[in-house]
């Protein structure tokens, strides 16, 4: 077997493994879904008012959101988890808790939940990337 004919067989064996955006919007669909359940959870261990009348206005764990394309809206097989800005800015209020302001200390609660649920998303991210590997949900 000669060079080129070795590198195009690995070339495609290795192809294989690789999924496609509809897949790779799966995979990290399943990421998204465990962070934002983490960031629901912290966010109501922290932030929670449980009197506060939430008829008109969401609260903020409420607020948390996934979104299937980047930043720019491009549907690339990346997905994001973000606070909303709906009716009131959800995103400026959390960004405020976690980094501070010159009148409170921020408690860092998003940049911590990303750090800690990170193994998390990613055992969730390959056990769907198994699942569809092995032909399922095709």
């Known amino acids: 077997m000669e060079l080129d004919e ?7 064996n290795v192809n294989k493994l690789v ?10 669909h399943v990421g ?5 359940a983490e960031l629901v959870h912290v966010t109501k261990l922290k932030h929670y008012q449980k009197n ?4 008109k206005i969401e609260h903020l764990a409420d607020s948390i959101e996934i979104g299937d394309t980047n930043i720019d809206y491009i549907r690339d097989g990346t997905s994001i988890v973000g606070f909303t800005n709906k009716v009131i ?4 209020i959390a960004r405020f808790l976690n980094d501070g302001t010159k009148f409170m200390k921020g408690d860092h ?3 911590d939940t ?8 990613l055992q969730a991210q390959y056990a769907e990337y198994q699942r569809l590997l092995k032909g399922g949900d095709k």
């Open 109 to 111: 609660f998003v940049d």
């Open 52 to 55: 506060r009348d939430t008829s």
């Open 19 to 28: 999924p496609s955006v509809n897949d790779r919007q799966k995979i990290t």
């Open 32 to 36: 998204a879904e465990v962070l934002k």
């Open 114 to 121: 990303r750090r800690n649920s990170k193994q998390l998303i």
């Open 6 to 12: 070795a590198l195009d067989s690995w070339f495609k």
């Open 89 to 92: 800015n959800h995103a400026r």
